[in-house]
């Protein structure tokens, strides 16, 4: 593994105005989501601090929102390691994803104005700039930002904290076990993000619940079944029974 150090000073790069907090936890984060940062890997604070040049509550502050989303373990004296999501977990996740994204399609579908449309419309063309930079994290922020809209426009918001952290964590796992030498900005064969999201919101456009409905599932699917053959066939298969 590399140095923690080493790798938090490459990805620390924040917009102008960032809080010092929020630029470690997106650093942090950029570095858990490409598998810069391994799954069981230790987060020293003190690496954190000289990585980023912030003091120790700046950092504890972003490992706790790190820890809210699921994507670190903190084990008080024994400190904090990158989380660890097995093929099992993903396959839980990804079929629950699924469930949730399709009925979100169906109900956004007959629900969505035209505010709504241009939203979209206006993340597709920062997934754009994003392609355009070769930015997988950049990417997969915008991704969850559209699935999270329209599912906001399904009115299901009781329900949104699950799809993050199943978007979330799942991106984590694609991106860790993709194809060797694929990475999430560079992707040969695969739609590019724009295309893919273009046609959801096109589908959603149509007022059409089951297009926007197969859509949204094919769109899914294609996505996990080009960085885990493996895990598109545990979501496929029946679970087990207890």
């Not at 969850?144 to 426009?153: N, Q, V």
């Not at 295309?195 to 959603?204: G, I, S």
């Amino acid at each position: 593994m590399n140095s923690i150090t080493t790798i938090l000073a490459a990805e620390n790069s924040p917009p102008p105005k960032q809080r010092k907090s929020n630029a470690v936890y997106h650093s942090v984060k950029r570095a858990i989501l490409l598998r810069r940062l391994e799954p069981g890997q230790a987060l020293l604070e003190q690496q954190i601090m000289a990585a980023m040049g912030c003091s120790q509550g700046t950092v504890r502050e972003a490992l706790l929102r790190l820890e809210q989303d699921g994507l670190v373990t903190r084990r008080g004296y024994r400190g904090t390691v990158v989380s660890t999501t097995s093929l099992e977990e993903a396959a839980q996740m990804a079929r629950i994803r699924i469930a949730l994204e399709i009925e979100s399609a169906r109900r956004a579908a007959l629900a969505c104005t035209d505010s709504d449309l241009a939203h979209w419309d206006g993340v597709i063309a920062r997934m754009a700039e994003a392609e355009r930079a070769h930015d997988g994290y950049v990417l997969s922020e915008l991704d969850r930002e559209f699935h999270l809209t329209i599912f906001r426009t399904a009115e299901l918001l009781t329900l949104e904290p699950i799809l993050t952290r199943c978007a979330l964590h799942l991106h984590r796992y694609t991106f860790g076990n993709g194809p060797k030498g694929v990475t999430p900005d560079n992707r040969p064969g695969l739609p590019s993000t724009v295309e893919q999201h273009r046609a959801v919101r096109d589908a959603l456009a149509a007022r059409d619940p089951e297009t926007a409905a197969r859509t949204m599932q094919d769109h899914i699917e294609t996505i996990i079944g080009f960085w885990s053959p493996q895990l598109l066939e545990a979501v496929r298969a029946a679970p087990a029974s207890r």
